[in-house]
């Protein structure tokens, strides 16, 4: 089962770019379809992107959508979120997440219900 550790998180200027990385060391994580989330102070997780298995079906929300760019390099069992044109209100808790099970599905869910398996996240602050 996938253990799930993100990094990259901190601060940066609105307007500027990180890249999240979350890796697992168990070996099966290619079977698994992967979800980042975020959740702000006081508010409830939301889904950000998710990635198929074999990276040939990927959602975001519409917030994010030609900014945020999510990946995966099942070889190095990593998935990835490049973050770009960033702003204030992306600031949050970023986690990632395995959609758990052994026989993934063809699409993933942006669907926090959806994931057995979960980081512990990494902070993300855009401000100037």
């Known amino acids: 089962q996938p253990e799930l550790v993100e990094s990259g998180g901190g601060k940066v200027q609105p307007g500027g770019s990180l890249r999240l990385s979350c890796e697992d060391s168990?070996?099966?994580?290619?079977?698994?379809?992967i979800g980042w989330f975020r959740q702000a102070p006081g508010k409830e997780r939301e889904a950000v992107a998710c990635?198929?298995?074999?990276?040939?079906?990927?959602k975001y929300t519409d917030s994010v959508k030609g900014r945020f760019t999510i990946s995966r390099d099942n070889i190095k069992s990593t998935a990835y979120l490049q973050m770009d044109s960033l702003d204030p209100e992306d600031t949050a808790v970023y986690f990632c997440?395995?959609?758990?099970?052994?026989?993934?599905?063809?699409?993933?869910?942006?669907?926090?219900?959806?994931?057995?398996?979960w980081g512990r996240g990494t902070q993300v602050t855009v401000s100037s």
């Open positions: 997440a395995a959609e758990g099970g052994m026989d993934p599905q063809p699409v993933c869910a942006l669907n926090r219900l959806s994931y057995d398996y």
């Open positions: 990635i198929t298995s074999d990276s040939r079906h990927i």
């Open positions: 168990q070996y099966g994580w290619d079977l698994y379809n």
